[in-house]
């Protein structure tokens, strides 16, 4: 406002000065309803031109740290810490993930990386898990969720595994570096009823047959493990009904809310 009427003010003095709000009111309309004048819209609204995943994601790869976890916190605060994970921190991931995002550089790629994971440390300090003592009951469940690929896939295989615990289950993440051919043999199934594997991929059918088939092969005597596969950039074949069975799944989620249920 202070801007247009020093604007018109310097165009037609008192006149301009009078008129300032009702003309930049119209241009505003003009910018809403006609395409070639669109871009007037975020240059004198007041809508933010970007929607939260892509304002935390800018935050993180400019190096803003301190901002980024300010608007987490407030976000949580407003909603909850599985609404921000689901609705706000993996949608952010998943712009981490995507083939653009490769133009970024190296050095914004980490900052992407190591601002999430200290992001973690600081919400895991302020959201710590609920232990079955708080919640007078035993854990519902005990899942390992498992980053499929890389250090994004881990932080959402993290994010969820918080989601868990705030809610009273006993969860854990471990690293994509536990499920590569060489390693995955040696990963820790013990107590465990379900595994949720997290992934990125557009293309994740590969990789999960690979980790079910080493999975059964790890199992122990006693109820069957239930795999849960948490593909947050689900491909259109995923969706259909029996999808899952046809990869010897017992389900797909595609958002950190169809996974905690």
Known sequence: VLLSAGFWALLWVPVGLVLATPLTVCLLALGRYLAPLRFLEPLLGNEPVFDKPTQL??????????EAIELSHQEVARSSLLQYYSNTAVPMLALAATPSSRRATAEQRHRV?????????????????????????????????????NEVDTL?????????SSAGCTARAVPALAVTADRIDGLELDGIDTVCLCTFSGTPQTHTRFVLRRLHRLQRPGPALRVVLAAWSAPPELLQSGADAELGLDAVAVSLLEAQG
Do not use: K, T, W
């Open 156 to 164: 959402s295989a993290e994010m969820l595994a918080h989601a868990l």
């Open 57 to 66: 994601y800018q935050r993180f790869i400019s190096g803003e740290l301190e």
């Open 113 to 149: 990386v190591n601002g999430v994971s200290r992001l973690l440390d600081d919400l895991r300090a302020s959201h710590p898990a609920l232990v079955a003592a708080q919640a007078q009951e035993a854990p519902a469940c005990n899942v390992l969720c498992i980053g499929a690929r």
